[in-house]
């Protein structure tokens, strides 16, 4: 039962150009939200959270938004670079301090 | 500040063995989950483990067990090796305290079962 999704396994932008990756969630208790970024044979690295009491964090050139009422996450980057092709996971925290993963989406960022 | 260690990094093993991962969190982090990562599944959550206590656990079954050490360094054990265990084996550690939510991420044991 997977409680977070990522319903995109690919996604190609170029670069210059804004990336939005998409994530949706099934439980309304989870309270935290993040997104990673992940090169291969390195592990997933932190990239941007939200809290559910906001529906906006912005860092640079990401930005995150919640719309808790469609139960859905977004990731925005402006604008997109060949250094930001990877693997994106998106995660939701429970009140027990428990983390679900989606399956991810890969991002290529064409020159 | 070293980051999170994960050893060995590839093991090839085979069905019906046992095998044992090790993780070195980063230094004062007292959190360390791991996460099974496999093409399609996205990272699959184990267990948790906190100053030597299982705080969390995933569905997984009970031939997957972990512990954790004084010093937080976690083990991981998969018995009675299956085909579907292969897979990318990672481990995070946090400081888990109030308002502290990101994990760190060692950079994973590739485990294939033949």
């Known amino acids: 039962d997977q409680q977070v999704k990522q319903n995109s396994p690919s996604l190609s932008v170029q670069e210059g150009r804004i990336s939005i990756l998409n994530c949706d969630y099934t439980n309304s208790m989870f309270d935290y939200f993040l997104w990673y970024k992940k090169y291969p044979a390195e592990g997933p690295t932190f990239l941007i959270s939200?809290?559910?009491?906001?529906d906006k964090n912005e860092d640079g050139r990401f930005t995150v938004f919640l719309n808790k009422s469609a139960k859905h996450l977004s990731l925005h980057i402006v604008p997109s670079q060949p250094g930001d092709s990877a693997v994106y996971f998106c995660a939701a925290e429970d009140t027990g301090n428990q983390f679900y993963f989606g399956t991810g989406t890969s991002l290529t960022v064409i020159p | 500040k070293a980051g999170v260690t994960q050893t060995p990094r590839y093991l090839i093993k085979t069905r019906g063995q046992q095998v044992t991962l090790s993780c070195s969190p980063i230094?004062?982090?007292?959190?360390v989950s791991w996460y099974q990562q496999t093409p399609g599944q996205g990272l699959q959550f184990l267990f948790e483990y906190f100053s030597e206590t299982q705080r969390n656990k995933g569905n997984f079954p009970g031939r997957f067990s972990g512990r954790q050490f004084s010093n937080s360094r976690s083990e991981m054990n998969v018995s009675t090796l299956e085909l579907g265990d292969s897979a990318l084996y990672l481990c995070?550690?946090?400081?888990?305290?109030?308002?502290?939510?990101?994990?760190?991420f060692g950079p994973g044991t590739r485990l294939t079962v033949l």
């Open positions: 939200i809290s559910s009491i906001k």
């Open positions: 995070a550690s946090s400081l888990a305290g109030s308002g502290y939510h990101e994990q760190f």
């Open positions: 230094s004062g982090h007292r959190s």
